[in-house]
């Protein structure tokens, strides 16, 4: 069974960074493709950023091209979301999740944490 639990979300001005940390257990990272997702009040879960097993390949939502980087920490089985140049659109929970990753596309799976709120003020 695959729990999630996502962390680092807090309130930042716009232009600010911050970094999220995903730590997932009863998987490992080094075998699976990751992802991130974020959701609004009201709005459905919107694809992000997904990294390939391997880290040899990611694929980022045309939103956060150049500001958002995606990574893994093999030894500590710890996922990151490194997000700069912050913008207000990007206010949302934010939740890591574990899937497939092929043909340039990342495919989530069915597991998801209870998220991290990420809040950007103007």
């Known amino acids: 069974q695959v729990h999630l639990v996502e962390s680092g979300g807090r309130l930042v001005q716009a232009g600010e960074d911050l970094r999220l940390s995903c730590a997932p257990s009863?998987?490992?990272?080094?075998?699976?493709?990751m992802g991130w997702y974020r959701q609004e009040p009201g709005k459905d879960r919107e694809f992000v950023v997904g990294?390939?097993?391997?880290?040899?390949?990611?694929v980022y939502a045309d939103s956060v091209k150049g500001r958002f980087f995606i990574s893994k920490d093999i030894s500590a089985n710890r996922l990151y979301l490194q997000m700069n140049n912050l913008k207000p659109e990007d206010t949302a929970v934010y939740f890591c999740n574990v899937g497939d990753y092929y043909a340039g596309k990342y495919r989530h799976g069915d597991s998801w944490g209870q998220g991290t709120q990420v809040t950007i003020s103007s």
């Open positions: 009863g998987t490992s990272i080094s075998y699976n493709a």
């Open positions: 990294i390939s097993w391997n880290s040899v390949s990611s």
